[in-house]
């Protein structure tokens, strides 16, 4: 038996497309048409304008506002000395891992919160108090229990990006169709065929959007800690840079940051993509 589909859900996490990647809305002809998941490289077109123009009219001799080139040299010396790729590592480890808890996490707690009212009420006021707490402010309550390191690294960048997966499995849960669990009950669906064919298609739309606005808000905080810990990776490079006053590396590296955040909003993107490929168009 094929998998039940279900409508897109609405927005619920301040994120604007909420339409698979890979579907164009408005075709022109009137149907909608598949196109690639991940995002044009001509969107850069007016970054790599203002970048030009940033050259063009830079000083070398400029302490806070170096011109382009000067990024590229702060750059090559790191990867020359063999400093930018372990970091890069280690950030991009980070990342992943505190992703990937904080997806199957948020999904978890969104499930019992979305699927029992009286779980509901009983942790909705501490997860919307826990919630609000700035990622920043966690910071020194994990050294103090876990220490400096990957660890502590991937605790408060889950903690971070947690919330809107579990904010939007939460609302999908809660808008399910009744017909879908009706139809499951009339065709006398076990609980793993019917979360399987009906539940978890009907809930996937609304997962991926909280790991789309979740996956560029975990990179910021695993630059963020870096930065305030020095722990190792590409915060910690920024944050030396700038103790040492080299604007350019400061730059160049904020540039690289910026290549892995576009980077992973493609690569969600496509497995979102690939998620959805079997779904009608429309």
Not at 75 to 80: E, G, K, P, Q
Not at 214 to 224: M, R
């Amino acid at each position: 038996m094929a998998a039940v589909q279900a409508p897109v859900p609405h927005d619920t996490a301040g994120a604007n497309d909420v339409h698979p990647p890979g579907i164009r809305r408005r075709p022109r002809d009137g149907q909608a048409r598949r196109t690639s998941a991940f995002p044009p490289l001509r969107g850069l077109l007016p970054l790599a304008a203002l970048l030009l123009m940033w050259q063009m009219l830079g000083s070398e001799g400029s302490p806070y506002f170096p011109p382009p080139s000067t990024w590229i040299d702060g750059v090559r010396d790191l990867w020359s000395t063999g400093r930018l790729r372990p970091a890069a590592v280690q950030t991009l480890s980070t990342f992943a891992i505190a992703l990937g808890v904080a997806t199957v996490l948020g999904v978890l707690l969104g499930l019992l919160v979305g699927a029992s009212a009286k779980a509901d009420r009983a942790l909705g006021p501490t997860l919307e108090f826990v919630r609000a707490m700035p990622p920043a402010a966690i910071v020194p309550i994990a050294v103090l229990f876990i220490g400096y390191g990957t660890t502590m690294k991937v605790a408060v960048v889950t903690f971070a990006a947690m919330w809107s997966v579990l904010l939007n499995t939460r609302t999908g849960v809660r808008s399910l169709d009744p017909v879908l669990l009706d139809m499951a009950r009339s065709l006398r669906l076990g609980p793993v065929e019917r979360s399987r064919k009906c539940v978890l298609p009907a809930l996937l739309p609304s997962i991926f959007l909280g790991v789309r606005v979740a996956a560029p808000l975990a990179l910021v905080v695993t630059l963020l800690v870096e930065i305030v810990t020095r722990v190792d990776g590409v915060g910690a490079l920024i944050a030396n840079a700038q103790r040492s006053y080299l604007a350019g590396q400061v730059f160049g590296l904020i540039l690289v940051a910026g290549l892995f955040s576009f980077v992973v909003n493609g690569m969600v993107s496509v497995l979102q993509g690939f998620a959805f490929r079997n779904r009608p168009v429309g």
